[in-house]
């Protein structure tokens, strides 16, 4: 079955280490994006990218990278200059005249 | 910010028709209007989008208002698996910008 594939679940790292979270589809999807979701609170748009090679910020990219060398992933990279990085992490991807499709998340932590 | 208000929380009985409201009076004319729903620790799944007529899938129905300043999401008939986080959006079809979600109204459902 086609779908976006998040792993690991579950993510724990020591303060000051970075950390890449995995991303990746099947849906032969163009644009992909990355969102951040705290506790009770909406998604945040941290970078999003429309094609391969190419990406832009969101409204809270600073202490994130990604890269999108290939159409089918779309790792994002937690930095140590994240300051608040524990969260939930979601990643979606969509092409032209689709809905969003999410993966199932990766819940950091960060101690 | 986003560009959608919806209510913070709403309760309905289970086997009821539940409506839920959302406004976007800035929207423009190549603006569809999509909604998703999350449940507890997973992603947002798709539930229905629209651009100016009403729409019905085997999920719900969008009522959009004429203007457009407005639109209604209605599940027939609520059950247990509905409670859930529903967010409202607006996205160009063309996935030519970032896609920004709000904190979405919380639906309870009472047995």
């Known amino acids: 079955d086609g779908g976006i594939t998040q792993s690991p679940k579950y993510l724990f790292r020591k303060e000051g280490q970075n950390v890449t979270l995995s991303c990746e589809q099947n849906l032969n999807h163009d644009a992909m994006y990355w969102y951040r979701q705290d506790p009770g609170q909406g998604l945040r748009l941290i970078y999003y990218s429309q094609i391969v090679n190419d990406f832009q910020k969101g409204d809270i990219a600073e202490g994130y990278s990604v890269s999108r060398e290939k159409k089918e992933s779309f790792p994002l990279t937690v930095t140590s200059a994240q300051k608040n990085p524990t969260a939930f992490y979601l990643c979606a991807s969509s092409t032209f005249e689709s809905p969003l499709h999410f993966g199932n998340g990766t819940r950091l932590t960060v101690t | 910010d986003a560009k959608t208000t919806q209510p913070n929380s709403m309760e309905s009985n289970e086997e009821e028709p539940v409506h839920l409201p959302c406004n976007h009076s800035t929207i423009s004319g190549t603006d569809y209007i999509h909604w998703y729903r999350q449940l507890p620790s997973q992603g947002p799944e798709y539930v229905i989008h629209?651009?100016?007529s009403n729409v019905n899938n085997r999920m719900a129905s969008l009522a959009i208002a004429e203007d457009r300043k407005s639109s209604t999401l209605i599940l027939h008939r609520a059950t247990l698996r509905d409670a859930a986080v529903y967010y409202c959006i607006l996205s160009l079809m063309n996935r030519d910008d970032k896609i920004i979600f709000g904190k979405g109204t919380r639906l309870h459902i009472l047995p």
């Open positions: 629209g651009l100016t």
